[in-house]
């Protein structure tokens, strides 16, 4: 998940409007922000950046950074929650694990632009809708920005890949023709990253 991500982050500040912009968007992306370094390190980045017990430790560790610091915890929960829910998001979009040793499991829209367009979109804007309504705003210039970066994010995935739209799979070689053609349907389990 790419924009939604901002969307959760909105949702917080919709809900809890002491707590800075900023930090909540540091907890709704942190996973990935650990992620950077975690790549020069493994190969298993994903394991070690997004699975549930560490999501979890991150999210305790952003609840109690808040604490510490004098913040209330009906803040430093939401806190946890936003970046909690970094998990459910990427398992929508993608594939991630669960524990150590255990399964991966996602639905990995990233190969239905159409779907994940109308899901991300759809955090983005209640996100938008919410905190604007409790009194935070974020212009709406932010929001078109915000979606364009999301289609050239799933355009730069797409070029030389498949995706799906309904139940017919495409594959996009702009060296080859600016127009997706049609594909065999491939099936694309859910597996670890090697």
Same mark, same amino acid.
């Given at each position: ?31 990935? $922000? ?7 390190? &493994?190969?298993?980045? /994903?394991?070690? &950046?997004?699975? $549930? ?5 991150? %999210?305790?560790? !952003?609840? @109690? ?12 929960? !939401?806190?946890?929650? @936003? ?14 694990? =669960? =524990? ?8 990995? %829209? *990233?190969?239905?632009? @159409?779907?994940? #367009?109308?899901? /991300? ?16 705003? $974020?212009?709406?210039?932010? #929001? ?7 289609? &050239?994010?799933?355009?730069?995935? *797409? ?5 799906? $739209?309904?139940?017919?799979?495409? !594959? ?11 594909? @065999?349907? /491939? ?8």
């Amino acid at each position: 998940m790419f924009v939604g991500h901002f969307g959760i982050a909105q949702l917080g500040k919709g809900v809890r409007r002491d707590l800075p912009f900023a930090l909540l968007l540091v907890s709704a992306y942190l996973p990935d $922000i650990v992620r950077v370094p975690a790549q020069l390190l &493994t190969r298993q980045h /994903e394991l070690y &950046t997004h699975s $549930i017990p560490v999501i979890t430790a991150l %999210s305790l560790a !952003m609840a @109690v950074l808040w604490l510490l610091r004098g913040g209330r915890p009906a803040a430093a929960a !939401m806190l946890a929650l @936003v970046c909690l829910l970094h998990w459910p998001a990427d398992v929508f979009t993608g594939c991630k694990p =669960t =524990t150590f040793g255990g399964p991966w499991i996602g639905f990995v %829209s *990233y190969r239905r632009p @159409v779907n994940d #367009i109308l899901v /991300e979109g759809g955090l983005l804007i209640a996100g938008w809708l919410l905190s604007t309504r409790r009194g935070f705003r $974020i212009g709406k210039l932010w #929001i078109v920005l915000a979606f364009a970066v999301q289609i &050239t994010f799933l355009v730069s995935m *797409y070029l030389g890949s498949q995706f799906l $739209i309904g139940d017919r799979e495409w !594959m996009w070689k702009p060296q080859q023709s600016l127009i997706p053609q049609p594909h @065999v349907l /491939e099936d694309t389990p859910c597996r670890p990253v090697k």
